[in-house]
């Protein structure tokens, strides 16, 4: 009888055999195979295991230091193992799915006809072996630690056979097609997003946007904030709210309940007169962000609920939708350069800028009906965007589930 620890939780029909326990010495063997400078350069990374072609700096985001001699590169194919020795303990390995050479300092390895190459580049990056590519690896620090060779064969996992591997394999390349899939649909989004932040709001200097709605012709009034938004005074003198109520702001999420968001409340033991915000005031907060060291300014498109005497609330007059207040400073670049002017000059090193004259700074906004039209571009742009983000979760999370439940 197969016993429950050589046999995974989910398995595919047909399968029935016990999963057997290997050393990677058993079912490896290193090559040391010298390249050419007619083969591409592979890449291996922590993320994403091994590129599929060579890749270039900006790629990868960083310098790509390469040797330049290319005989010292080791010459890899179709199915090799590449494992960094200085990062395999974070998961910088994965399995060759294209000729190509690799640097000299990783491992190389040949695998038996007892594997299905793919398989392994699943087996091999799961927590467990992780782990004990981890406890095999030894240095003076992390940052010096490496898994040589003479410890990457001891590493123990459990394989079934050649067709199962397949079929794991299989499902598990389709998983990720989908993760890939929404992935790009994602960034490419968030690429349309960033690109109509800056078109459909004027240049410096300009009074009409790059791309427009069609029927408006009008040029964008210059005035300022105050003009268009004014402070609001209204606070929590009566406890109408709670600690259950006290929001936040978030760059990424914009105005928050800290308890929804951040699991508990900040709040002191009273918050009594704390800014009372509504559904559609905005939000000030002197916090700096790494990309806005002025702070933020968001709009409060959920429930009611109370601020921090450190943040400023302003309601929106009659000409301004709330929501394009948001939209305008979206743009890091946008808000920056609006905030930077207004910081309080008196205090040595003081980055802050005041309530009042956060409302100071010029902005141009277009007329009431165009600035509903360009939020509800934004507002179907973050929905799709959210959307695919939970795509994106849920799809990452059913695949650590299948890493653990159709392994042993």
């Not at 990783?106 to 392994?120: E, G, H, K, S, V």
């Not at 973050?382 to 042993?408: G, N, P, S, W």
Request: proline fraction near 3%.
């Amino acid at each position: 009888m197969v016993g429950k620890d050589e046999k995974p939780d989910i398995r595919f029909s047909g399968f029935t055999d016990a999963w057997k326990k290997r050393k990677l010495g058993e079912i490896y063997t290193e090559r040391n195979e010298r390249g050419d400078d007619s083969l591409q350069i592979l890449s291996v990374s922590i993320q994403h295991g091994i590129s599929n072609e060579e890749l270039d700096s900006n790629i990868l985001g960083k310098k790509v230091r390469r040797s330049e001699d290319k005989t010292l590169y080791k010459h890899v194919y179709f199915g090799d193992l590449v494992l960094n020795m200085m990062r395999a303990w974070q998961g910088a390995l994965g399995v060759v799915k294209s000729e190509g050479m690799v640097s000299p300092a990783y491992i190389t390895a040949i695998p038996n006809d007892q594997l299905y190459p793919l398989f392994m580049d699943y087996c091999l990056r799961r927590d467990e072996t992780i782990i004990q590519m981890n406890n095999l690896s030894y240095g003076v620090t992390d940052f010096r630690k490496r898994l040589y060779w003479d410890s990457f064969i001891n590493v123990i996992c459990r394989i079934p056979s050649v067709p199962e591997q397949e079929r794991i394999a299989a499902f598990l390349t389709s998983l990720d097609n989908l993760i890939s899939l929404h992935q790009r649909k994602y960034d490419k989004l968030i690429t349309v997003k960033k690109a109509m932040l800056e078109k459909m709001f004027p240049k410096d200097g300009a009074d009409v946007p790059e791309i427009r709605f069609k029927g408006f012709t009008g040029v964008w009034k210059q005035n300022k904030l105050n003009y268009f938004v004014e402070t609001s005074s209204e606070k929590n003198i009566f406890n109408s709210f709670t600690k259950d109520d006290v929001l936040s702001v978030s760059g990424k999420f914009g105005v928050v309940n800290q308890i929804e968001f951040q699991g508990r409340s900040f709040a002191g033991a009273s918050v009594l007169n704390y800014g009372i915000v509504n559904t559609g005031d905005i939000v000030y907060t002197k916090s700096p962000l790494k990309a806005n060291p002025y702070g933020i300014i968001k709009t409060n498109k959920g429930k009611a609920g109370i601020v921090s005497t450190l943040y400023a609330v302003y309601r929106p007059k009659e000409m301004t939708n709330s929501s394009f207040v948001q939209c305008y400073f979206e743009s890091d670049y946008r808000l920056n350069r609006y905030l930077k002017p207004l910081v309080n000059k008196g205090a040595k090193n003081d980055m802050k800028v005041t309530d009042d004259n956060a409302l100071l700074g010029y902005v141009i906004f277009p007329s009431y009906d165009e600035q509903t039209k360009i939020v509800r571009l934004f507002e179907h742009l973050a929905c799709l965007i959210t959307l695919h983000q939970r795509e994106l979760d849920k799809l990452k999370t059913i695949k650590k589930a299948m890493l653990e439940k159709m392994f042993v």
